[in-house]
């Protein structure tokens, strides 16, 4: 069987993000768990912003290019976001937006997703993946219903290098990946049956 590719998307470039230290966990949770899957985390620091007359003069940017075609490839995306402002942070919507564009080629139709929001606070950034599901189903993700995944309190659930040591944390990270890994399967199953025919 071919191997599952997992885009991995995080909403934050800050050095020593909470969001990238859940997605790391949950990649290493979720390759544990079922050996068909690969998880590939998604670089966003290069992708410029958003700006149509790039694709209209024919001078679309190099790292748009590479984005496009590596989301494109993918089985499965996952956003692991903060919350900014009681939102999502500009650089998932700018990197929805690059994937949807031009017209006709979005790349992240019909692609089966999830998202888990990660906030220091209490509410574990519940206001931003509310925000992302928007744009993320308009653009075409089938986005997981349940479970929901909100990581409250993430500076207190890690240990100095980074590994999460708090274990209800783990078993939500666990229940999540179980039940996305089952979602890609899903769709998955419905394209080789597809192909088949
Ligand atoms: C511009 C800005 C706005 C923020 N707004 C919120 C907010 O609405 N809700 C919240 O829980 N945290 C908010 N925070 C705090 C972030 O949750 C915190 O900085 C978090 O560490 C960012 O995620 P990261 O650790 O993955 O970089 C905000 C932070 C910034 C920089």
New binding site residues.
């Given amino acids: 069987m071919n191997k599952r590719v997992i885009g991995v998307f995080v909403g934050?470039l800050?050095r020593?993000?909470?969001?990238?230290k859940v997605a790391r966990s949950l990649s290493d949770i979720l390759v544990a768990m079922a050996d068909a899957f690969e998880v590939k985390p998604i670089e966003l620091s290069g992708l410029c912003l958003f700006d149509q007359d790039f694709d209209d003069d024919g001078r679309t940017p190099v790292a748009w290019s590479e984005f496009r075609r590596e989301v494109k490839s993918l089985d499965g995306v996952v956003f692991v976001t903060?919350?900014?402002?009681?939102s999502m942070p500009a650089l998932l919507k700018n990197a929805l937006d690059i994937g949807s564009r031009p017209p006709g080629q979005n790349v992240w139709n019909d692609k089966p997703g999830a998202i888990i929001g990660?906030?220091?606070?209490r509410?574990g950034?519940l206001?931003s993946v509310q925000a992302l599901k928007q744009p993320a189903s308009f653009v075409g993700i089938h986005l997981m219903p349940q479970p929901e995944a909100y990581v409250s309190n993430?500076a207190s659930l890690f240990d100095a290098t980074g590994r999460l040591t708090d274990e209800a944390t783990r078993r939500l990270l666990q229940n999540f990946a179980a039940a996305f890994t089952a979602w890609v399967e899903r769709f998955k199953t419905r394209d080789e049956a597809f192909d088949r025919s």
Avoid: I, K, Q, T
Wanted: hydrophobic letters at 30%; proline letters at 10%; a positive charge.
């Fill in positions: 934050s800050r020593d993000s909470f969001s990238r903060p919350e900014y402002n009681r990660v906030s220091p606070g509410l950034a206001a993430a």
